[in-house]
């Protein structure tokens, strides 16, 4: 076995991160090879990707031989939901064993069953996200022969383990919404009479490139983004796209944007390119717990919005349970645009909020959310972690408890050792990457903070995605000058 061969495997197991395991006898024991979005019972094709010594990493091509455990349903299945006909309850199953693991074998954490809380679901099993983005080729991966098409018109999602063909999405996929994902295909055909070609990426040529969707919930409405280079511009007529959208959608069409994008770069976002409103509002209003959030296409929002709720609610009943919070502030940490910071104080009328992120244009969507909700008792900072009690020192020795919420990457060691030597009695650690929860874990145990509880709140059902919500309290051990 070597980097880049295609090899059959049967999978037998399953690993943090959506990883099947199958195992290849040798004389000196079984060769572990590591498939990314495999599933135990499954026969899969797949391609080398890492060789090592002791096991290999392996990318999904394609699914042979079905698992007994799969359920086949009418969605179509799509790269971005592998597990879209695993039975709901076997996939929650897999992530919690999986995902505890991790706590037990990074963290050194000795029993994790006393600190495991409980698994939160999704409360929309299917349908769920708020923002989905589509691709256009005019390579296609033909989904019922498995041939290669060129010079065709494609628009879906990029065929698993490659960034130059797309598998047509002709029904929906189960992730996003119902009507739009059905109507997907009178899209394309709509877009195809009009002679301009799609997106051809290998020669880096063509028109239409993406279409990005981003949907309210709260107001059951859609903002439509497409995007198309400037070649042969003026043969595309912007407004009949407009009128048509209208006539599939009516009032559920929020607005429609057209963005121009000439750069090489295989990248959807309004700010690469000249973005212009073509019809009715480029913001649609969202509900969290009661409260309003204007989002934009490009505003950085939850995926899944309905169970985000279930996710903050249960991040706030750590911050109070049995933690009075008296003359002590809250620290919302990698706040974004405010959402827990806001919540916090609906849920908690006379508690001292502070708001605060390096990112300043996220302090100021931050404020406008606040005032948007009239909600008066926060205050935002742009700052560095590390400078704030430098910056803001009516703050020192007053900070109680820091709710955390960092991008997937988590925190980088130097900033956490900052966020450690605030002192905080309780940092409520929120992340949607377990794996580098359970390392910053150690380094709080180490620093005497004691994890004392942990939930597991299934975000994205059908992926290999799973977020976790952890408790940590200051114990007579912690020290900020070892830290």
């Keep these: 076995m070597n980097r880049g061969d295609i090899v059959e495997l049967d999978i037998t197991g399953f690993a943090f991160g959506g990883k099947g395991i199958a195992k290849i006898p040798t004389d000196d024991g079984d060769y572990v090879v590591f498939v990314e979005n495999a599933f135990p019972g499954q026969r899969v094709l797949a391609k080398v990707d890492k060789k090592k010594k002791k096991y290999a990493e392996c990318k999904l091509i394609d699914v042979i031989v079905r698992s007994p455990l799969e359920v086949v349903s009418d969605f179509q299945e799509i790269s971005g939901a592998p597990y879209i006909f695993v039975p709901l309850p076997i996939q929650e199953e897999w992530k919690k064993k999986t995902t505890l693991e991790l706590y037990s074998k990074i963290a050194h954490v000795e029993n994790i069953d006393a600190v495991f809380d409980e698994f939160i679901s999704s409360p929309l099993d299917y349908n769920y996200r708020n923002k989905m983005e589509y691709s256009f080729s005019s390579i296609e991966h033909d989904v019922l022969t498995g041939e290669e098409k060129d ?15 797309v598998e047509n999405l002709n029904k929906q996929s189960g992730l996003f919404d119902e009507q ?16 301009l070609p799609a997106w051809h990426p290998p020669k880096k040529e063509g028109f239409f490139r993406h279409i990005v969707v981003r949907k309210s919930f709260h107001q059951d409405q859609l903002l439509i983004n497409l995007v198309t280079s400037s070649q042969d511009i003026e043969s595309f007529d912007a407004q009949a796209f407009s009128d048509f959208l209208l006539t599939i959608l009516g009032s559920r069409l929020a607005g429609f944007q057209h963005t121009v994008n000439d750069n090489v770069a295989d990248r959807a976002k309004i700010e690469n390119g000249q973005n212009t409103l073509v019809y009715g ?4 209003i969202e509900k969290l717990l009661g409260l309003e959030f204007e989002i934009s296409m490009e505003s950085f929002f939850q995926t899944n919005p309905k169970s985000a709720e279930f996710l903050y609610n249960k991040a706030l009943d750590y911050v109070f349970e049995n ?8 620290m919302d940490l990698f706040c974004g645009t405010g959402t827990i910071g806001q919540i916090l104080s609906q849920r908690a009328k006379n508690v001292s909020i502070i708001g605060v ?25 742009a700052a560095d972690v590390g400078k704030f009690l430098i910056q803001y020192p009516q703050y020192e020795g007053k900070i109680g408890t820091i709710v955390l919420d960092p991008p997937r990457a988590g925190i980088a060691p130097k900033t956490l050792r900052k966020v450690m030597r605030l002192g905080a009695d309780r940092i409520v650690y929120i992340s949607c990457n377990p794996s580098t929860q359970a390392r910053d874990t150690e380094q709080l145990e180490f620093a005497g903070y004691k994890l004392e509880k942990l939930t597991l709140v299934d975000q994205f059902p059908h992926t290999s995605h799973i977020e976790a919500i952890a408790m940590f ?6 020290d900020a000058e070892a830290i």
């Excluded at 494609?154 to 130059?164: D, I, N, S």
């Excluded at 509002?281 to 649609?284: L, M, P, Q």
Aim: hydrophobic share 40%.
């Design 473 to 478: 309290v200051k114990t007579d051990r912690y």
């Design 151 to 165: 010079e065709v018109f494609a628009l879906g999602f990029k065929r698993r383990g490659t960034w130059w063909k």
């Design 357 to 381: 992120d390096i990112v300043a244009e996220a302090i100021e969507d931050a404020k406008k959310n606040a005032k948007r909700n009239n909600i008066k008792g926060i205050q935002f900072y």
């Design 180 to 195: 739009l994902e059905n109507e997907l295909i009178n899209i394309r055909d709509f877009l195809k009479k009009t002679g």
């Design 323 to 330: 933690n009075p919070l008296d003359g002590k502030v809250v």
């Design 281 to 284: 509002d480029e913001k649609v």
